[in-house]
């Protein structure tokens, strides 16, 4: 998950940074980017587009407000998770627009933030449409229907999507436990494949739509895959 935090007072940026920091303790792959006003958040998207998965913003901010930046980002950006922090509860009324998850007092305790950023990994989880991964120095998002398969080897996981790879130190459970159980399958202790991209399955072998690799089924998981592999036939016949 990537953070944009926005905010013209130093001192808030560094609450609530620390706090996003104790956060990532518990949380995998959690990154954040801090902005001094929304001028720099609009610059952003401008140049790399939508990178972000929340947007932390004060709403008295100078220039364009946090209403406006919101806004402006909503418009650009339709699944981001927008919270806004604020001294004064009275401006909520006015806030529905951007549809906000939530408005946070000032000053942000730690169980606020927590809670909020849970509800977000939720969503993102239920609804799965993209995946937020840390590779080559950068935060990636990539679509869940892009990707092939995922491999452990030597302690580093790659993602392997239609065009591209990501080479990340997240988990193969870390991954299991983000994307779709009835999409994606652990075939063997070291790969997670893509079951819309299966090809054919043979014995103890499979072959993906994209890959020319020949995927070995670990014996453990083979019946797993088949009964999923069946779901997943019937509900694309309906």
């Known amino acids: 998950m990537y953070i944009a935090i926005c905010d013209d007072d130093e001192e808030v940026i560094k609450q609530v940074t620390e706090h996003i920091g104790r956060f990532a303790e518990t949380y995998s792959d959690i990154r954040y980017k801090a902005f001094s006003s929304a001028e720099a958040v609009i610059e952003y998207y401008s140049q790399y587009g939508n990178k972000f998965d929340v947007l932390i913003t004060d709403i008295e901010l100078e220039a364009v407000n946090g209403v406006e930046l919101a806004s402006r980002i909503r418009n650009m950006d339709e699944n981001i998770a927008i919270f806004f922090l604020t001294y004064h509860t009275e401006y909520a009324i006015k806030c529905f627009k951007p549809r906000p998850v939530d408005f946070w007092i000032k000053p942000l305790s730690y169980e606020v933030l927590e809670e909020g950023l849970c509800k977000v990994l939720r969503l993102l989880r239920k609804n799965n449409e993209y995946i937020t991964v840390y590779s080559d120095r950068r935060s990636v998002r990539i679509k869940c229907s892009d990707i092939l398969y995922i491999e452990r080897q030597s302690r580093k996981t790659t993602v392997y999507t239609v065009d591209s790879e990501y080479c990340t130190n997240r988990s193969l459970s870390d991954f299991l436990n983000e994307l779709d159980n009835?999409?994606?399958?652990?075939?063997?202790?070291?790969?997670?494949?893509?079951?819309?991209?299966?090809?054919?399955?043979?014995?103890?072998?499979?072959?993906?739509?994209?890959?020319?690799?020949?995927?070995?089924?670990?014996r453990r998981f083979i019946n797993d895959l088949k009964k999923r592999y069946v779901m997943y036939k019937e509900e694309c016949a309906l």
């Open 182 to 218: 009835k999409r994606f399958v652990r075939i063997y202790q070291s790969h997670i494949i893509n079951i819309a991209k299966v090809r054919h399955i043979d014995n103890n072998k499979l072959k993906l739509y994209g890959s020319e690799y020949d995927f070995d089924i670990g």
